[in-house]
Each structure stands twice: as structure tokens, then as C-alpha cells.
């Protein structure tokens, strides 16, 4: 996985969710949008070490921008409804978002995305997959609910 450094928290929680505890990341410095060419052939040159070491398993030779996201990296114990909200919010402003409680009923929780940053806008997963990583948070602090619906704004264009 090559990730940058804002995202390599949600990139070891997703990770984790889907059982891949254990990928290998290499990791590059952020943001990469609107750097010149120079500046992302720099970081991409001095990242080359720490992709082959990935892909061989082997250590890098120099200086290491890579990490391992282990088993249950960034599972945080969520106790409530609030902190689930809490957790996902601090997920999503790593890209440059927030996430509003719109609702909740017995089994279904509603939430609207904001993009805060309408140059990271892209940044933000896809609401889909952002359901189901919401939903993973939600039932870990109120096994109840069972989905999780997300009104996305870049959906209205």
C-alpha cells in the first residue's frame, strides 16, 4: 500500500477492517496535489527503497519512509453513539471533512458528509466504501444498528 503521511491512520484502519492487519505501507509525504512535478519525483525517488522492501520483505537500504499497519492500529474502543461520531469525524478531517449526525433510530444511523476543502474533495473515499468503514466504527460502540447512510454533497453534482 503507498499512502501519505495525513492518511496513515485511516490506511491502517482500513487495513485492519478488511483483515489486512498486516500490509505493508510505504509512505510518502503529503499533500501530492498541486506539488510541481520536481518536488513529486523527489518524494517518489526517495520512497523507491521503502517500495521495493515492501514488495521483497526485505529491509530498505536507506533511510525508511515506510511503516507496517499491525493488527488493530487505530482501533480506538468506542463506548457510545457520540464517540463512534467522534471517531469517524477525526477520520474524515484527515482528508479534509467533517461528518454531521443527522439522525438515528433503532437500527439506522444518518450522517452527511462535509467537504470542508474543496481542493481535497476527491481525497474523501467514496461514500460506499465510507459506509461500510462508518458502519464498522458504529457497531463496535452500539452493535445494534445496522446500517449507516451517508448523504454525500459530491454526489449532487
Known sequence: MVTTTAFTHLTARCSAQFGLGNTRTVVVAHPIGG???STIMRWAESAIESAIAAFTGRPPLG???SSSAGPGCGSLPATTLGTAIEEIRSLIAADGGDMLLVSADDTTVNLELVVT???CAECVM???YLERLCLDIVQRSAPGYTLVHITDPRESK
Open 126 to 128: 467514496p461514500r460506499p
Open 63 to 65: 533511510p525508511s519512509h
Open 117 to 119: 476543502d474543496a481542493h
Open 35 to 37: 506539488q510541481p512535478e
